[in-house]
């Protein structure tokens, strides 16, 4: 009989396309794997992989066997979902990856809504605005929540539940000449502008506002949207964030909207779709959902 646990390391090979990062994803070594892999093969009666010395791609059995595995890994998850739906009550972990800022924003309002589920646990990693949905696949997380600049097509396996739509903003330090709202925004490129190193989906639309080329005006570049703002509170420069980037915000900073139609992007929750079954994710999702309408976009303010 097939192990369920390398079929799972099958499948996550299938996503990831080496050894190397299969192991990295599932918290195993890469010999151990490569190990696990050649036991599946003598359970398959089939040559999985073709191995050189440097690297490994399935056979043509190993693409059958991987298809199966997908398979019989999203039926054991509907069946665990299945059963735990008979619980009375949320339980269990829920692992959410959330883009920094969205951690931060949404964290107080989640965890008050989830106060209620004493048998529910909570873990919130931070990831990247993209999100990873080789992790979400694999098990490793429950919800990603991340953000689409486009009308992204939906992905066999997974929901994606849109909670709300953000905007790009100008934070300005306070007395800054465009803390003013009856100001225009105009001679921009000679301001000192702070960004988030490329590759970055807002260089576009910093192109946009100060015409072809606009990234060569970025003087200053930093990761993290919570450094951004306090650097642009204590008056190192401007910056393009989003208004969830302002919703913890300690420091004083001046806001501006930007010329319509402003940069917007939407921010979802993307779960495994036989996930929502769970009742733990399904309630999980339903705070997250209430929690996106505390976001509030901030107003102009200094």
């Keep these: ?5 390398r079929l799972r390391l099958l499948d996550e090979f299938a996503r990831r396309g080496t050894i190397a990062e299969t192991a990295v994803a599932l918290g195993y070594s890469a010999s151990a794997v ?3 892999l ?16 440097r690297s490994a791609r399935l056979t043509d059995a190993g693409r059958r066997l991987a298809a199966h595995a997908a398979r019989i890994l999203a039926a054991v998850e509907e069946a665990e979902a299945d059963v735990s739906a008979r619980a009375a009550t949320p339980a269990g972990r829920v692992v959410v990856t959330a883009f920094p800022a969205a951690a931060v924003a949404f964290a107080p309002a989640l965890t008050g809504h989830l106060a209620g589920y004493p048998d529910l646990s909570l873990v919130v990693r931070q990831g990247s605005a993209e999100g990873d949905l080789n992790e979400l696949r694999s098990g490793e997380v429950d919800i990603v929540l991340g953000i689409d600049w486009r009308a992204s097509p939906p992905d066999d396996g997974v929901t994606r539940v849109r909670l709300y739509r953000d905007a790009l903003v100008l934070a300005v330090p306070p007395g800054h000449r465009l803390a003013d709202p009856a100001e225009p925004l105009s001679d921009l490129r000679s ?5 988030v190193p490329e590759p970055d989906p807002t260089g576009h639309v910093l192109d946009r506002l100060l015409g072809a080329g606009g990234r060569s005006a970025v003087r200053w ?6 450094m951004i703002v306090a650097l642009v509170a204590h008056g190192a420069g401007v910056a393009l964030v989003p ?4 919703m913890a915000d300690r420091h004083r900073v001046a806001v501006r909207e930007l010329p319509p139609p402003p940069p917007a992007f ?5 779960v495994r779709s036989a996930g929502l079954r769970n ?3 399904a309630a999980t999702v339903a705070a997250l959902r209430r929690a996106a309408s505390a976001v509030r976009a901030p107003r102009t303010r200094v």
């Design 1 to 5: 009989m097939l192990d369920l646990t």
């Design 34 to 36: 490569s190990q696990q």
């Design 38 to 53: 050649a036991t599946l093969e003598r359970e398959a009666g089939a040559a999985l992989l073709d191995r050189t010395a």
């Design 191 to 195: 301001e000192t502008w702070i960004s």
């Design 221 to 226: 570049e930093f990761e993290g949207l919570a």
């Design 243 to 246: 208004h969830v980037a302002l």
């Design 266 to 270: 939407d921010v979802y929750a993307v």
């Design 279 to 281: 009742p733990a994710v």
